[in-house]
């Protein structure tokens, strides 16, 4: 079976500090892979998604960078962190070819102070 | 620019009841829907979803309706039951991939 991997669960960074956070997916291979953020009060937010390794698409500018080093790990990074980065980060997966569904991992909230 | 919106950020209703989930989208290239059940500091899970060729899906307690000429699809929960209460996100599919979801509507179902 498949699982999806987010570490950390929680991390508070302070501003101007890196940032990594990293997302592996288990039982399948060339996955669709996404990064999502939910800001206090605001939806789910598409960050990045990637289609292959290389491959990454940007919904939005931003402070943040993605980048898939191999197949079926996603890492979403900052070098300088904004208070506004503050949230609830979600990594997700789907099939390739398949219309619909994503897994989401458990999520990373992060607090920037 | 919100793609994708849900105009109700909260629902009440009475256990036993019906809660109807409305979500509203803009881009006509959306050709699939979806949702999506939420609780506090976890991942979204998936619930049901509908192609745009079809205008209804039923999967148990869940219907979703789906009107294109509208761009307008709505999700029905009957019976309402305690444990439906989370934070419902409406999502729509383009090329395949890219997911665009709603901001969410919490739902709150009362004994």
């Known amino acids: 079976s498949q699982t999806i991997h987010q570490w950390p669960a929680t991390l508070v960074q302070p501003v101007g500090s890196p940032l990594s956070l990293e997302c592996t997916v288990e039982?399948?291979?060339?996955?669709?892979l996404y990064w999502y953020r939910q800001a206090a009060g605001r939806g789910l937010q598409l960050l990045f998604y990637?289609?292959?390794?290389?491959?990454i698409s940007s919904e939005v500018p931003q402070n943040l960078s993605a980048s898939r080093p191999q197949d079926r790990q996603f890492i979403l990074s900052s070098k300088k962190l904004l208070l506004s980065d503050s949230g609830f980060y979600l990594c997700?997966?789907?099939?390739?070819?398949?219309?619909?569904?994503?897994?989401f991992g458990q999520g990373t909230r992060l607090t920037v102070v | 620019d919100q793609q994708v919106k849900q105009n109700s950020p909260s629902l009440s209703v009475q256990e036993g009841r019906i809660s109807i989930l409305n979500c509203d989208y803009t881009n006509s290239m959306f050709d699939y829907f979806l949702w999506y059940k939420k609780y506090p500091a976890e991942g979204p899970t998936f619930l049901i979803s509908?192609?745009?060729?079809?205008d209804k899906n039923e999967d148990g307690r869940f219907t979703v309706f789906l009107n294109k000429s509208a761009k307008h699809l709505s999700l029905h929960i009957v019976p309402s039951q305690p444990g439906d209460s989370a934070v419902y996100f409406c999502a729509a599919l383009r090329n395949g991939y890219a997911l665009n979801f709603g901001k969410g509507t919490s739902l709150l179902v009362t004994p």
């Open positions: 997700a997966w789907s099939r390739q070819g398949a219309w619909g569904e994503a897994f």
């Open positions: 039982g399948t291979s060339n996955p669709n």
């Open positions: 509908i192609s745009s060729i079809k």
């Open positions: 990637s289609v292959g390794i290389g491959q």
